[in-house]
């Protein structure tokens, strides 16, 4: 869809110098490359969703790939959530971009908040949520809509009894998720995922506590 806005295109060719002008980029270079007003822009113009018809009409001449992705699944009711997904997409890249900052300087809170904001974006929705564009980049959920209620739950339980952050984690299938948590709120965490989930729903406890460190170095 960025072939649509061709300046737009070329400014993110011309800020990577190495990419030829007909390669694919991710959306990563969006925010790399990109004034966040001129990333509006451009989610703006996206379409809300597109059923498979429309997209094989608006890309045909990638109808053998779009092919091989509707065979794995039925075409969703409500068409494929372009604007929100990519707008995760885009959000995601710039939160992950900042991290090396927040790290540096030892923001827990700021790195809570874009836990939780990436998690909202991962969420199970009941209705797909809306870009806004009064927020920030980075405070952007999108609707990624890849989590479980299961996850959903734990991850707010979390934030309920102290946490600083949680957020849905690993390669899918909605198995795990991971919350950052201060060291004198850890017991407060532990307990209150034990009362109100695994007893509840009979799941016997898995957590396992790590400690942050600041990986290797010369010494």
């Known amino acids: 869809l960025l072939e649509k806005h061709p300046q737009a295109y070329q400014n993110v060719v011309d800020g990577r110098a190495e990419m030829d002008i007909d390669k694919r980029f991710h959306l990563g270079d969006v925010v790399e ?10 989610i703006e113009s996206l379409p809300v969703s597109l059923g498979r018809k429309a997209l094989l009409e608006e890309f045909p001449d990638q109808e053998d790939f779009l092919s091989r992705q509707f065979s794995s699944h039925d075409e ?21 971009q900042m991290l090396g900052e927040v790290l540096n300087e030892g923001s827990v809170d700021t790195f809570g908040q874009l836990m939780l904001t990436s998690h909202d974006g991962d969420r199970i929705h009941l ?3 809306r870009f806004d564009p009064g927020k920030e980049l980075h405070l952007q959920p999108g609707d990624y809509n890849c989590s479980l209620p299961e996850i959903d ?8 009894h102290g946490a600083v952050g949680a957020q849905v984690c ?3 299938l909605g198995g795990s998720m991971m919350a ?34 600041s990986g290797s170095g010369i010494l």
């Open 170 to 172: 690993g390669a899918g």
């Open 153 to 160: 739950d734990m991850v707010d339980i979390a934030v309920r």
């Open 76 to 96: 969703p009711t409500d068409g494929y959530q372009i604007k929100m997904v990519i707008t995760y997409g885009i959000a995601e890249a710039q939160r992950s």
């Open 33 to 42: 490359c990109l004034s966040q007003n001129e990333a509006y822009s451009l």
């Open 127 to 129: 209705d797909h949520a």
């Open 180 to 213: 950052l948590v201060r060291t004198n709120r850890a017991e407060a965490v532990i307990e209150g995922m034990r009362k109100e989930y695994y007893e509840p729903a009979g799941i016997e406890e898995g957590v396992t506590v790590g400690m942050p460190v």
